[in-house]
């Protein structure tokens, strides 16, 4: 054994103690593991473990290195060491100046400790001494192969990698050698190295060291990407910087100035002449402050000089307010809208009331109707009279509260919401902005969108509406805002609160006739590079169009179809062969073919338990037939169509009524036992609902069951109850509207709906005969035909 002392260990007077020749000196060691094979320094503080050292190096014996099992422990006993440790030869001893001590050792072989011998000044223990395996085998030269290239990868990925470690790795043909070479050069926890160390079998030994290396290998190699991409990303900005540092150096040269510096100043000039409130010009003016100290080259100078952009941009100070003129604003609704008679009066006295108290708070407007009817035409009407800008911001499908404040600076592509962008379109704090399907606004994960409106459409709140990105408040209340819905069903109650509702029914077939001819030809005429003294479409022509091409509330449909009549004509036109047509009654269907809707009401009432109903629908009103039949049976009650379940309950309601009064209708009770009874409403792919069809059941069930025929001219709704009252039900205006269109003559309604007969407009009023049910004999009388004129017809 080579050993080295430096220092007073040769001349001590310590008295030595004896060692039995078989037992060994034991060294305690902290976080540290020594295999068999390798050098490494040992510092050594406490007393006891310098003396056994000492008394080593003066005997020439070797030692052995064991773990403690907790680093914290001052003076280890034997149950504080592991059992299995590393017989070591010191190969240097040295005292520092600092009087330090340290170990130079180099393992030879494992050992296991058997047990420790009492009385001595350090720990002394007898040992076992473990071979080394030599067995050889296919396996252990496949893992041996795998190991060694494992190593050599993980040394290279190491930052500043020794090449003799490499060289040594390279250079060992043993394999146990190889493992614990690795082991002790691997970043791991003393334990794992311990277990290592433990682990006799060398099979499963390379096998242990093998899976924490190929974690190593692949924690290396990530923490090398990130370097290089640290390090690649840091070279880019340093290279920016020092470009844009030269670039300001040429500036200078040339006499051109401080960019940043004017830059700067022009945006203290736009702030001022922006006429902020104070707290806004006051953060303003402070984000200036902070964008002059940043560097070009930051990421946030970009984000704070878009902020300042919108700041400045922003319409803050009140424009003149223009005077309205009531005359004026009543030829300019004229002009744009035939009809809507009430509609525009509440428009007049809403712009009066504006006139007269420019300063008060005006109601929001909401205009409530199907498509088509010209809600959104009626705001910028509004806007023309006013003489205000007109601006429309769509709320259809907005799931996102941030649509509506915005969002935060903080996210990379923020900015303010739908209201704020929208008020910088206009370019005026006093616009007109139309919210448009304001009843189709959703909600998600990411807030509830009308739950932001009610601080916009709240006059006592939105003079300080606080948009997110702006983080100023912003005075929205010169805005002039106008809703509009087809529905109000999804409209949240705290919103519908917030707003006057203004509801349009649909065109009758005059108001139709009138509004083609005034505004869709001409539109349509222009639309299709026409000029009216080379196509014409009369009033006949426009009039088949309404009843046999299109059934709906509004006129879009109908414009639609005026586009197609005029694009026929401007073929002919285009290719020459006639100057002029003028589009008739007789020329529809070779343009538009057969007509898609007929008068199919006296056909389907022409035999016994069919009756004609009325039904509201989101586009407007409608008619609907039901049709009841009987079949043999036991009595059962069928039900087909796609009914809701209230609209099913009226079936059942209609039933048990009828039976009910059989005696009073002259029906056999006996038909009730030995038929089945089937109701069915066409139109079986589309859901239906409500208990408005509860009389046009028990008419139909009346009407089949006494073999006569309901009136062909006569349509009916109300809600029935057990008891036979006939109870009121809603969009009765709608319905009527729809019976008109649909050429009946006669209606049933329930008597308690006489509150809304001044809502139907006066066209529909004056075709219609209008019959006031109280109870459901009311609707028998005056629905049913006579036994012998419904044989007749038949």
Same mark, same amino acid.
């Given at each position: ?22 037992a060994l000196i034991i060294v305690p060691v902290r976080n540290m593991v020594l295999f068999p094979g390798i050098v490494i320094p040992i510092t050594i503080g406490r007393p006891k473990s310098i003396a056994a050292a000492q008394q080593a190096v003066r005997e020439q014996r070797p030692i052995g290195i064991l773990l403690q099992r907790d680093a914290e422990v001052s003076e280890p006993g034997p149950d504080d060491l592991y059992r299995v440790g590393t017989m070591a030869n010191i190969v240097r001893y040295i005292t520092g100046p600092d009087d330090s001590h340290h170990l130079v050792c180099q393992g030879t072989q494992r050992i296991r400790v058997l047990d420790y011998l009492p009385g001595t000044p350090f720990p002394v223990a007898r040992v076992l001494h473990i071979p080394e395996a030599t067995t050889s085998s296919p396996e252990i030269e496949a893992r041996f192969l795998n190991l060694q290239r494992q190593a050599i990868e993980a040394a290279e990925l190491l930052p500043q990698a020794p090449q003799e470690l490499i060289a040594a790795l390279q250079g060992t043909t043993s394999p146990s050698t190889l493992a614990d070479l690795a082991t002790s050069y691997m970043d791991i926890k003393p334990q794992e190295k311990q277990e290592i160390l433990e682990t006799i079998d060398l099979a499963l030994r390379m096998e242990k060291v093998s899976r924490h290396l190929a974690e190593r290998i692949e924690v290396l190699r990530l923490s090398r990407e990130i370097g290089q991409q640290t390090k690649a990303a840091f070279d880019e900005r340093q290279r920016e910087a020092i470009l844009r540092e030269q670039m300001a150096a040429i500036q200078r040269q040339l006499g051109e100035g401080d960019g ?121 009407? /509004? =806007?023309?009279?006013?003489?205000? *800008? ?5 709320? %259809?499908?907005?799931?996102?509260? &941030? @649509? !509506? ?109 009138? /509004? =083609?001819?005034?505004?869709?030809? *001409? ?5 299709? %590079?026409?000029?009216?003294?080379? &196509? @014409? !479409? ?257």
């Amino acid at each position: 054994m080579a050993n080295e002392t430096t220092g007073p260990i040769a001349s001590t007077a310590e008295q030595t103690t004896p060692i039995p020749g078989d037992a060994l000196i034991i060294v305690p060691v902290r976080n540290m593991v020594l295999f068999p094979g390798i050098v490494i320094p040992i510092t050594i503080g406490r007393p006891k473990s310098i003396a056994a050292a000492q008394q080593a190096v003066r005997e020439q014996r070797p030692i052995g290195i064991l773990l403690q099992r907790d680093a914290e422990v001052s003076e280890p006993g034997p149950d504080d060491l592991y059992r299995v440790g590393t017989m070591a030869n010191i190969v240097r001893y040295i005292t520092g100046p600092d009087d330090s001590h340290h170990l130079v050792c180099q393992g030879t072989q494992r050992i296991r400790v058997l047990d420790y011998l009492p009385g001595t000044p350090f720990p002394v223990a007898r040992v076992l001494h473990i071979p080394e395996a030599t067995t050889s085998s296919p396996e252990i030269e496949a893992r041996f192969l795998n190991l060694q290239r494992q190593a050599i990868e993980a040394a290279e990925l190491l930052p500043q990698a020794p090449q003799e470690l490499i060289a040594a790795l390279q250079g060992t043909t043993s394999p146990s050698t190889l493992a614990d070479l690795a082991t002790s050069y691997m970043d791991i926890k003393p334990q794992e190295k311990q277990e290592i160390l433990e682990t006799i079998d060398l099979a499963l030994r390379m096998e242990k060291v093998s899976r924490h290396l190929a974690e190593r290998i692949e924690v290396l190699r990530l923490s090398r990407e990130i370097g290089q991409q640290t390090k690649a990303a840091f070279d880019e900005r340093q290279r920016e910087a020092i470009l844009r540092e030269q670039m300001a150096a040429i500036q200078r040269q040339l006499g051109e100035g401080d960019g940043k510096g004017q830059e700067v100043a022009e945006l203290n000039e736009a702030i001022t002449r922006a006429h902020m409130p104070v707290e806004a010009e006051s953060h303003a003016r402070k984000e200036v402050r902070r964008y002059e100290r940043m560097p070009e080259a930051a990421a946030e100078a970009g984000m704070v000089r878009s902020y300042l952009d919108w700041l400045i941009e922003l319409p803050w100070s009140l424009p003149e307010e223009k005077p309205i003129d009531i005359a004026e604003a009543r030829r300019i609704l004229d002009e744009d809208h035939y009809g809507l008679e009430k509609i525009k009066t509440r428009i007049i006295e809403y712009l009066a009331v504006r006139k007269l108290a420019p300063q008060g708070k005006a109601p929001i407007l909401c205009f409530v109707g199907p498509p088509g009817v010209g809600k959104t035409s009626l705001g910028q009407s /509004i =806007a023309r009279a006013m003489q205000r *800008p007109f601006v429309r911001v769509s709320l %259809g499908g907005v799931h996102d509260e &941030a @649509e !509506i404040r915005g969002h935060r600076r903080t996210y990379i592509g923020a900015l303010p919401g739908n209201i704020i962008q929208a008020i910088k379109k206009a370019g005026a704090r006093n616009c007109v902005m139309m919210l448009d399907e304001i009843d189709k606004m959703g909600r998600g994960i990411q807030g509830d969108p009308s739950a932001a409106m009610l601080e916009v459409l709240d006059p006592e709140q939105n003079g300080t509406f606080r948009d997110n990105y702006l983080a100023v408040p912003f005075d929205l209340s010169k805005v002039v805002f106008v809703a509009t819905a087809n529905m109000l069903d999804s409209v949240p109650g705290p919103l519908l609160d917030r707003m006057e509702i203004i509801s349009l029914a649909g065109y009758t077939e005059d108001e139709k006739l009138q /509004i =083609a001819q005034r505004y869709l030809v *001409p539109r349509q005429l222009e639309a299709n %590079g026409l000029k009216p003294e080379q &196509a @014409e !479409i009369e009033s006949d022509a426009l009039h088949s169009i309404i009843k046999g091409y299109t059934r709906e509330a509004g006129v879009r449909g109908l414009e639609r179809e005026i586009g197609k009549a005029f694009r026929h004509a401007a073929v002919q036109i285009a290719e020459g062969t006639t100057e002029r047509i003028v589009v008739g009654a007789k020329d529809i269907a070779d343009i538009l073919g057969p007509p898609r809707f007929e008068g199919e009401i006296a056909m389907r009432t022409s035999v016994p338990g069919v009756a004609t109903g009325l039904a509201w629908t989101p586009v407007g009103g409608d008619i609907l037939f039901i049709e009841a039949t009987r079949t043999p049976g036991k009595g059962s009650l069928i039900l087909t169509g796609q009914l809701g379940e209230v609209m099913r309950e009226s079936a059942q309601a209609a039933l048990t009524l009828v039976k009910s009064r059989a005696s009073q209708l002259g029906i056999d009770p006996s038909l009730f036992e030995r038929n089945d009874i089937h109701i069915h409403v066409p139109a079986g792919a589309t859901p239906k609902d409500g208990p408005s069809a509860g009389v046009a059941m028990f008419t139909a069930l009346a009407s089949l069951l006494t073999d006569r025929t309901v009136r062909n001219n006569t349509a009916m709704t109300g809600e029935i109850s057990l008891r036979g009252l006939v109870l009121p039900v809603g969009g009765i205006k709608e319905k009527v509207v729809a019976a008109a269109a649909a050429g009946l003559t006669r209606v049933l309604l329930p008597a308690r709906n006489r509150r809304d007969f001044e809502d139907i407009p006066l066209s529909a009023r004056n075709k219609l005969e209008f019959i006031w049910l109280e109870r459901v004999d009311d609707a028998f009388a005056e629905a049913l035909e006579s036994k012998a004129l419904s044989a007749a017809v038949r």
